[in-house]
Structures are given as C-alpha cells and as structure tokens.
C-alpha cells in the first residue's frame, strides 16, 4: 500500500507562485513514477508533470517553463514549483504514484487533490 498527501495549495494573484508538495509513505519501493494531475469542476483530469524513480522529468507543453517537478529523497516528498500563474491553471491538484508492476489489478495511487485557485 502507498499513501500519498498533497499540500501547498491556496489563493494567489495571477503572475504569483506556489509550491505543492506531495508526502510518499508506504511501499516507496514499488513505485516507479510519480506524477501531478489537475483538474476543474466538468473536464477531464490532465497530465501535468512527472518524475520517474531515476529522476527523469517530463512536464505538459501548457506549462512547460512555468512549472517544475522536483523530489527531495531524505524527506520522501516530490514538488511541484508553480510560478507565473495564470487564472486558467484553477483547479484540483493530484499526485499519483505509478507501481512498477500491476497487483491484483491495481496499477497506482492517487491523493486526496489540493485546492489552487488564481485569481484575475
């Protein structure tokens, strides 16, 4: 089993920052990448950023230069540093880790979201 907890979420002006964090307990060694998620209210959940368990990044296009995935090993924590914001990055944060192998039909692990919402 792998718990993951996102915080770091809030109101902030267009063109400010924020820094998610999401907190990896459990079967860290079944995990083989973990990924940031968004989503609003009526539209699909979308890809945003991810970082594998050898540290390979990758990042969607629509914030490409914006946003950044991080991880800080000590701490079991992955980031995600969120600058210049603009009213249409409002929506729900998730993380999710990915397992390196599918059990019993469980292919990963999603959080509960955090909240962002930026302001025009």
């Known amino acids: 089993q792998v718990q993951l907890v996102e915080s770091g979420g809030g109101l902030v002006q267009a063109g400010g920052s924020l820094r998610l964090s999401c907190a990896v307990s459990?079967?860290?060694?079944?995990?083989?990448?973990i990924s940031w998620y968004r989503q609003s209210p009526g539209k699909q959940r979308d890809l945003i950023a991810t970082?594998?368990?050898?540290?390979?990044?990758s990042t969607a296009y629509s914030v490409k230069g914006r946003f950044a995935i991080s991880r800080d090993d000590a701490k079991n924590t992955v980031y995600l540093q969120m600058n210049s914001l603009k009213p249409e990055d409002t929506a729900v944060y998730y993380c999710?880790?990915?397992?390196?192998?599918?059990?019993?039909?469980?292919?990963?692990?999603w959080g509960q979201g955090t909240q962002v919402t930026v302001s025009s």
């Open positions: 999710r880790a990915d397992r390196k192998v599918v059990e019993f039909g469980v292919t990963g692990y």
């Open positions: 459990g079967r860290i060694f079944s995990i083989d990448a």
């Open positions: 970082i594998t368990s050898d540290g390979t990044t």
